[in-house]
């Protein structure tokens, strides 16, 4: 046990000191991870001795990762994927499957190349999901349609177990303690085989629809926390236990009762509890892959692992790009889904590891096929690194080659920098009134989208002084810089102040420091974006609790004023040291409370009069 706690402790710490700096170098965590593997494991400094140990340990990770992943669909939205799921992901298992097989069917019997095909059409839900996260791309459509191949790789797995027995050439190895203890329901007969498999999936359904409800109530009744964790924990343990007893996968499992429980009320409390543990277990999962490197075999045998470990990206990621094609995925999405997908998996650890004991591999096949998928994973994250750099890189020679668009500058005296979500409600709110702004944005998709609902948008680099003079800034009365990139901005306003300072300028802001700096450049006005919309919000708050609409907004108009006045006041005050700034803010925030009681007081008329005036100091 001191060993083991030893050992974890060593994953631990080198996970806290090798991820900063891969995150700090662009790598990512996964990347990090590996390589902090790599360095404590046995062909490194040997700080780690039972690797198996700890990996079988910490694969607990992978089962909670698609627990927490099931709470995220409801059924009705994997409903709404059912073609993705079905259709990419039977395709890409299937062809993947077929093509891995008849290339192995060269060297081996067809039973043993069909085992090999079936394990490596599988990829690694662990690393990609992690990434994906990591990007923020789970919700973009290349990024559903990557997790739908993965949902589908994960059903999967289980007619995978029943079938890989079939497939035997030679007699079963005698099991292992640990092996003993599950049910290899391969051996029953079918019917059996299949009321075991839906008996257990029945039971998943009934915990997390109907009894798990009533549990947690109770727990939540009394305000312990670590109660609901240990709950939370005991639920996916349990079902990972039902789950192996009858032979299937505990992620597959784990995943399904997400599911069920997508749209109870604990799910937020379940995610929040459980996602600490899962993303510890999960970066030592892939640091276990790491220290697991077996480079003795890899030195041995290094021409045909390196082989192997290229041949099966190449493959799948020809496989992935001709399913992409088929189901008329854009090119840049398919070159994205194809090298996000094209790696060895973690279930290949245990389906390896399953064929070898039940007498469909030999240890001398399952071996150097188990480091070329760890190789593959390894390479997974770089692989990505460098299709990000490529896709940037051609995004902006495909900018560079673009020429700035022609304008006509003829009446315009308001140019409009940075047509985004705030500069498209801006555009719309000057045309409708009749003012006709220069509209100038640098993202050529959107310059392209926009004119097809109407705007008249030009492409072009606001901070190049020849497109602001073609843009006819000579002549024109006010700049709005609406661009959500302070530093884009700043260039923008100081190279209009040199050559054009008589133009007034308008900018929004991001936060109160962004505003503070444009304050420090004399814009004429500014207003921190999101405090329209928290005051509009405010106001539909009051009016819901049944204020009167007309007093509602007078209210905001109210609190508008006053912070106006106190946001020039706090100007002064955020050059000193912070603890006058907070200070002085404090200060300002007890008393509007006062002075809005006054405020209300006044007449509405007179109130009505100081709308109509000039605010002071530049802030809207």
């Not at 394990?119 to 990024?143: D, N, R």
């Not at 555009?427 to 640098?442: M, T």
């Amino acid at each position: 046990m001191d060993s083991f706690l030893f050992q974890f402790f060593i994953f631990l710490l080198a996970s806290v000191i090798t991820v900063p700096i891969a995150h700090k170098l662009g790598l990512g965590s996964v990347l990090g991870y590996l390589i902090a593997g790599i360095i404590i494991g046995p062909f490194g400094f040997s700080l780690v001795a039972d690797v198996d140990l700890v990996m079988h340990f910490t694969e607990f990770g992978v089962v909670m990762m698609l627990f927490l992943v099931g709470l995220e669909l409801k059924p009705s939205l994997l409903i709404k994927m059912r073609t993705p799921i079905l259709g990419m992901g039977g395709l890409q298992v299937a062809f993947s499957a077929i093509a891995i097989g008849m290339i192995a069917s060269i060297f081996l019997v067809w039973q043993q190349a069909l085992a090999i095909g079936m394990i490596l059409a599988l990829s690694s839900t662990a690393l990609v999901v992690q990434t994906l996260k990591e990007k923020g791309l789970m919700s973009t459509h290349s990024g559903r349609s990557v997790f739908s191949v993965l949902l589908f790789q994960d059903l999967a797995v289980i007619p995978m177990l029943a079938l890989l027995p079939l497939l035997a050439t030679r007699g079963i190895y005698e099991k292992t303690e640990i092996e003993t203890t599950l049910i290899n329901i391969s051996s029953f007969p079918i019917y059996m085989q299949l009321f075991i498999i839906f008996f257990a999936i029945g039971i998943i359904f009934f915990v997390g629809k109907y009894a798990s409800r009533p549990i947690f109530r109770i727990i939540a009744q009394t305000h312990i926390r670590e109660l609901f964790i240990a709950a939370a924990l005991a639920m996916v343990v349990g079902i990972s236990l039902l789950m192996t007893v009858v032979g299937l996968s505990p992620a597959l499992g784990t995943f399904l009762a997400g599911v069920v429980l997508a749209d109870s009320e604990y799910r937020h409390e379940l995610e929040s509890d459980i996602e600490p543990f899962k993303g510890i277990l999960l970066g030592i999962f892939f640091i276990s892959i790491g220290a697991g490197f077996d480079f003795h075999l890899i030195s041995q045998h290094i021409l045909l692992i390196l082989g192997i470990s290229f041949g099966l990206v190449v493959v799948k990621f020809l496989i992935l790009f001709l399913v992409s094609w088929i189901f008329k995925m854009p090119k840049k999405e398919s070159a994205f889904f194809a090298i996000t997908l094209a790696q060895g998996g973690e279930f290949a650890f245990v389906l390896f590891q399953f064929t070898k004991v039940n007498g469909v591999l030999d240890a001398e096949i399952t071996e150097p096929l188990i480091s070329a998928v760890a190789i593959s994973m390894f390479f997974a994250p770089i692989l990505f690194k460098v299709y990000e750099k490529i896709s940037r890189k051609n995004q902006k020679e495909k900018k560079e080659e673009l020429e700035s668009d022609k304008i006509n500058k003829n009446g315009h005296k308001v140019i409009l920098a940075g047509f985004g979500r705030l500069g498209t409600d801006i555009g719309r709110f000057l045309i409708s009134v009749g003012v006709k702004p220069v509209i100038l944005d640098y993202d050529a998709s959107n310059v392209e989208i926009l004119r097809k609902f109407g705007f008249e948008v030009y492409y072009g680099d606001a901070t190049r002084l020849d497109l602001l003079e073609s843009a006819g800034v000579s002549d024109a009365e006010i700049l709005i810089v609406s661009t959500n990139d302070i530093e884009i901005s700043r260039k923008l306003i100081a190279l209009v102040k040199k050559h054009y300072p008589n133009i007034l300028i308008v900018a929004n802001a991001k936060n109160m420091d962004s505003t503070y700096e444009l304050m420090d450049m004399k814009v004429d006005r500014v207003r921190e974006e999101t405090f329209g919309t928290a005051l509009r919000m405010g106001q539909d708050i009051l009016t819901l609790m049944g204020v009167d609409p007309y007093e509602a907004y007078r209210l905001m108009r109210i609190f508008r004023k006053h912070n106006d006045e106190m946001i020039a006041e706090l100007y002064q005050k955020h050059k000193e040291d912070l603890e006058s700034y907070i200070s002085a803010y404090q200060l300002q925030m007890s008393s509007l409370e006062e002075l809005m009681k006054s405020d209300l007081e006044m007449n509405t008329e007179e109130i009505d009069k100081v709308w109509t005036g000039n605010t002071k100091d530049g802030v809207l």
